[in-house]
């Protein structure tokens, strides 16, 4: 295959700290296809989603810095269609491949994509493009918190705005490892829809009473972590809910705001504590091995459907800006896909 010279792609210009702004900066572009070097392999993108860690990364708030202007994306699917040496890249030449990038350089939102040949995991048979594009970022993460918890000896675990993507992927693997959930949302809609995939406990944190409900629930499930991506005071809220022990494990900045309300006599004398969980540094601490077959167990999750990330649109280059400011308005209604090559390829 005769490789072109350029590609189009989704282009930054510039990070704003208002998102809404950043979105309408972003560019359609012609620019260089990436050259390969050695253990890199060049992707066909076939899809690639937008995350909250990508609308992080547009207002220059996310753990990874580029030069702009670049191209956003930190996930996507595609077919590897050239190696740049070595063993590993020649193997996946020609497969299909989940992939992931986290380095300064042009990232999943465009026809073609370099990365390192081991930041991509091969598709299974039967496994979807568009589901296979969101392979890596939320079903790793809810797997590896709830292993987290797992190692710090909580009974069950409390997971804050959990009508989320990632939220919804936690119950089957939750209950596949016996660890009863707490999930609190913030609308009583998200709690009818995480009641309709089978949710036991669900609290809404508009409702009033809501502090003193999941105090309540934690000291009877004997909760002692929760995973939060909301931060702000919600953070102090159900630290205080745990008592005596409980660790917040933060993984988002959904509010924005900074982590609060967190009793300074809690962290001295109850031996609370309070880590952030950054599923880049966790895939590094794994061997290869062990990442290729956690990621062909999530993937037999999704081939047999009891694992699938919701999608409100799938859309080429020119509609992608306008649907990722509908999805920064309604997150719960589920993710953009960007289809460089049209929703058939
Ligand atoms: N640390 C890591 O390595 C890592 C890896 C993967 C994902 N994450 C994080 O995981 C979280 C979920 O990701 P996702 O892709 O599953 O999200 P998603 O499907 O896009 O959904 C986001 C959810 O968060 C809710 N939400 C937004 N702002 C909120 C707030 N201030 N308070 C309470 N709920 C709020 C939304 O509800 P509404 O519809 O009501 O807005 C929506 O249900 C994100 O924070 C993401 O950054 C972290």
């Not at 050259?35 to 066909?44: A, D, N, T």
């Amino acid at each position: 295959m005769t490789l072109p010279a350029t590609m189009r792609a989704i282009v930054l210009p510039r990070h704003a700290v208002d998102l809404s702004e950043a979105i309408a900066g972003l560019r359609v572009e012609e620019r260089p296809v990436p050259s390969l070097r050695k253990g890199q392999v060049l992707i066909r993108m076939l899809a690639a989603p937008c995350n909250p860690s990508d609308l992080l990364f547009l207002q220059d708030q996310y753990g990874v810095k580029k030069t702009l202007p670049s191209v956003p994306g930190w996930e996507g699917v595609g077919e590897v269609v050239a190696s740049g040496g070595g063993f590993l890249p020649w193997f996946l030449k020609g497969k299909k491949v989940a992939c992931a990038g986290q380095a300064d350089r042009d990232g999943t939102w465009a026809e073609y994509f370099v990365t390192e040949a081991a930041q991509c995991l091969p598709l299974l048979a039967g496994m979807d493009a568009v589901q296979g594009s969101m392979l890596i970022v939320n079903p790793f993460t809810a797997a590896a918190l709830l292993d987290e918890a797992r190692s710090l000896g909580s009974n069950a675990v409390v997971h804050l705005a959990a009508a989320s993507q990632l939220g919804r992927m936690m119950l089957p693997l939750a209950k596949d490892m016996r660890i009863p959930l707490l999930n609190v949302v913030r609308r009583p809609a998200q709690v009818e829809l995480l009641r309709g995939l089978g949710a036991e406990h669900v609290l809404n944190s508009s409702a009033p009473g809501h502090a003193e409900e999941l105090r309540a629930l934690c000291q009877r499930l004997g909760a002692t972590v929760a995973c939060d991506p909301v931060a702000g005071p919600r953070t102090g809220q159900v630290l205080e809910a745990m008592g005596q022990g409980g660790t917040v494990l933060v993984y988002g900045a959904l509010s924005g705001e900074a982590c609060g309300g967190i009793d300074p006599i809690g962290l001295i004398f109850k031996q609370q504590r309070v880590r952030g969980f950054w599923l880049s540094e966790w895939v590094q601490s794994r061997g290869m091995l062990a990442i290729l077959r956690r990621g062909n167990a999530l993937q037999r999750h999704f081939v047999s459907g009891t694992l699938r990330s919701a999608v409100r649109a799938e859309v080429g280059f020119d509609a992608f800006a306008a649907q990722l400011q509908a999805y920064a308005d309604d997150m719960t209604g589920g993710k953009v896909v960007l289809r460089p090559w049209g929703a058939g390829a």
